[in-house]
């Protein structure tokens, strides 16, 4: 029987999933490292470092703006070059306002709505929204490269709108992130927040429930939690990567620095990337996510 196009699309597609799903039940540790297949490294991995630390835990990445971003960007900051973004992954993205306990939260989505073989999670900061983290060209393409990183493994991405950085923030992520696990069951979750929605993050670490559904959770440019190793994501020692840029003026690297110090020297399971002459919003563009999600994933 002859089959069309999209009958191949759909039985590639299938088989994708299946693939993933097996390498992440079935693969031990040190071949967990590879579960998301390489995409457009050769334009987003390749970054120099010009300091390690804390056996390799701590990295200096070189950053220059006029290379970083005026050489990147068609449009400075606001649309980068073509070749940085793959724009067919939109053939698996939604726009939906997911019920949630009673709470209402409007939801980018990527990948599968259900069976998932991971799940990743973005909170935005400030004046954001679900379509900061589902813009294919701000951000040096990055979001995009997150996009088909996730789907393209057989996983799920969602960009939330978070209308508050306080409990109430921090129940309606608690909540996704229950839909995630239930839709999904037994599959990883990473939880990833820049700026101030980094409030949210620290939240959901205080919460046991949530915590118990988490693989790992990064931190860009965010606030930091003196209270941290009191929560239950500490006790639990999953995965913290921080991500920050040497001249963050919203909020000092050193104390972010100051925090994963403490972490790396109990022997915690954590990671600092830091951009050298970076701001604010530079982790946003410069984090290489694959590595990032293959080392929670791994963990």
Known sequence: MRMSTSHCTIITAIAAFFLSAAMLSAVGPAQAADVLAPFKDDLFSKQTVLQTGDDGAFEVIDYDEMRDINGRDQIPQKRVQQKYVALGIRKAQADETL????????????????????????????????????????????????????????????SPTVKSFDSSGVAAIAGLIRYANARSPGRPIVLSCASMGSQVCWGIARDGDSVKRLKGMLIMSG??????????????????????GSRDPVYAASDQQALFESLHKAKYPTRFTLFETGNHGTPIRMIDWRRVVNWMLAG
């Not at 954001?128 to 813009?135: F, T």
């Not at 701000?138 to 088909?148: P, T, V």
């Not at 003196?226 to 991500?243: G, M, N």
């Open 99 to 158: 019920s949630l306990d009673g709470i209402k939260l409007d939801v980018t989505r990527v990948g599968p709505a259900q069976s998932a073989a991971f799940t990743v999670i973005f909170i935005h900061g400030r004046d954001g929204d679900r379509r900061l983290g589902a813009n294919d060209y701000s951000f040096g393409g990055n979001f995009n490269r997150l996009k088909n990183l996730v789907a393209g493994n057989g996983g799920v991405y969602y």
């Open 223 to 244: 606030v930091t939690d003196p209270d941290f190793i009191k929560s239950a994501f500490y006790r639990a020692k999953l995965p913290l990567w921080f991500a920050h």
